[in-house]
């Protein structure tokens, strides 16, 4: 069970003047439950390298088991500083997708045209793509054979546009998430803020809030038949 990770490399926060990233807790959490299943996995970015953290996400607030654990995990944290560039990626190595969120992947991943292409590849190929809270947001440009969006018609969630209001970062982010799916014209749900809420949908698994990113990554051990 090969899973791939794909992490943001954009650091900032549109021009606020302050560093954004990808999400602690949506890697971590993620990163052991797949690991403990068994799951081999790779870790990739659009750079290479480190991937930008968040500094918020390493806050004492918001802070988990499965964090403490990455905070003491040498191995993993070699795996993170070493991920390979997304330009050297070839989908069929790999049985499923997996994107963490934080705010970063509005700005690059959203728009990276080696994501994208992996992501209509695996999709195509029948391999499960996961995405939680703003990693969604890398659908946005993943089309279908007739040209139409691959999220439309589907059912699924990401990070709310009341979540977004409430980190007050409305008008800083590219785009509004929920706002763009239902663009697109996906089924979009959520639950009340920071609440977990998971929604899967034949190959695609998907996840409202950092509260979710152990869900989504159960979900997706599920739909691999672990």
């Known amino acids: ?30 990163y052991y439950v797949l690991s403990d299943a068994g799951a081999e996995i790779t870790l990739a970015s ?4 480190q991937p930008p953290l968040d500094p918020k996400s390493a806050e004492a607030d918001f802070l988990t088991d499965a964090t403490r654990r990455f905070d003491a995990d040498a191995q993993a944290q070699a795996a993170l500083a070493n991920t390979l560039k997304l330009s050297g990626i070839k989908a069929d190595e790999y049985d499923a997708l997996f994107y963490p969120g934080g705010h970063g992947p509005l700005w690059d991943l959203a728009e990276d045209p080696q994501s994208i292409a992996l992501i209509e590849s695996m999709y195509v190929s029948g391999k499960p793509v996961a995405a939680v ?7 946005k440009g993943a089309t279908l054979a007739d040209g139409s969006a691959l999220v439309k018609g589907k059912s699924l969630t990401g ?4 979540e977004e209001a409430a ?15 239902q663009e697109k014209g996906a089924n979009y749900s959520s639950a009340d803020d920071w609440q977990p809420y998971t929604v899967t949908d034949g ?15 159960q979900a997706l051990l599920k739909k691999l038949g672990q």
Do not use: Y
């Open 1 to 30: 069970m090969k899973i791939l990770m794909v992490l943001t490399s954009h650091d900032q926060l549109g021009n606020t003047g302050r560093k954004t990233g990808f999400w602690l807790e949506e890697f971590a959490a993620p």
């Open 46 to 49: 659009p750079a290479g390298g």
């Open 133 to 139: 809270c703003h990693a969604p947001g890398v659908l």
């Open 159 to 162: 990070f709310s546009n009341s």
């Open 167 to 181: 980190v007050e970062l409305t008008d800083v982010v590219p785009f509004l998430l929920e706002d763009l799916l």
């Open 203 to 217: 190959n695609l698994i998907t996840g409202q809030n950092p509260a979710s990113s152990e869900q989504v990554a």
